[in-house]
């Protein structure tokens, strides 16, 4: 069975601080995808990163970073200098297509508040 | 660029009224879709999700439908609502191609009274 735990259901932090956010995934295939979305209050969500289980290179869009290690079955994602328009409920999911299936695994989320 | 559409944005109706929500995607064919439900502070719930026209699966049996008439359009559907269809429901499309990210439309929020 595939499986996304986010472990963190809520995070508050103040402006400027470094903040990562967990998330470990459960599969037995070994091709699947890994995404990290944002739902701001509007309710939207937004992609904001996928990684596939071929590669392991660290990613990092401005203030926004991605560490992705298979070891440990984990995903996580760190925010550096966090700002208040980064509130939002961030989700993790897990994909794959080798299972047959067109299911995408979501964790429960984690609702991050940074505070003025 | 490929965008997601969905209608009405917000939805007040009374319990044991008919629903019909619908989502279309512009600029891509043959998209995977989706139907998810997000009761208030909770996650994603997934409904049914459809690999081509008129191909549905159901993920959670109860009072709603779904139906994939045209290649982009999907619809959710209910012949009577109960209070606890209240939530908010996001429509996604993916390609299953290369990238397979999902793609989410802006969402319903749905009041049953």
Known sequence: AQKVTQAQTEISVVEKEDVTLDCVYETRDTTYYLFWYKQPPSGELVFLIRRNSFDEQNEISGRYSWNFQKSTSSFNFTITASQVVDSAVYFCALHSSTSGTYKYIFGTGTRLKVLA | ?113
């Open chain 2, 1 to 113: 660029s490929q965008t997601i559409h969905q209608w009405p944005a917000t939805l007040v109706q009374p319990v044991g009224s008919p629903l019909s929500l619908e989502c279309t995607v512009e600029g891509t064919s043959n998209p995977n879709l989706y139907w998810y439900r997000q009761a208030a502070g909770r996650g994603l719930q997934l409904l049914f999700y459809s690999v081509g026209i008129g191909q549905i699966s159901s993920e959670v049996p109860q009072n709603l439908s779904a139906s994939r008439p045209q290649d982009r359009q999907f619809i959710l559907s209910s012949k009577k609502l109960l209070l606890s269809d209240s939530g908010f429901y996001l429509c996604a499309w993916s390609n299953g191609g290369r990238y397979n990210e999902q793609f989410f439309g802006p969402g319903t929020r749905l009041t049953v009274l």
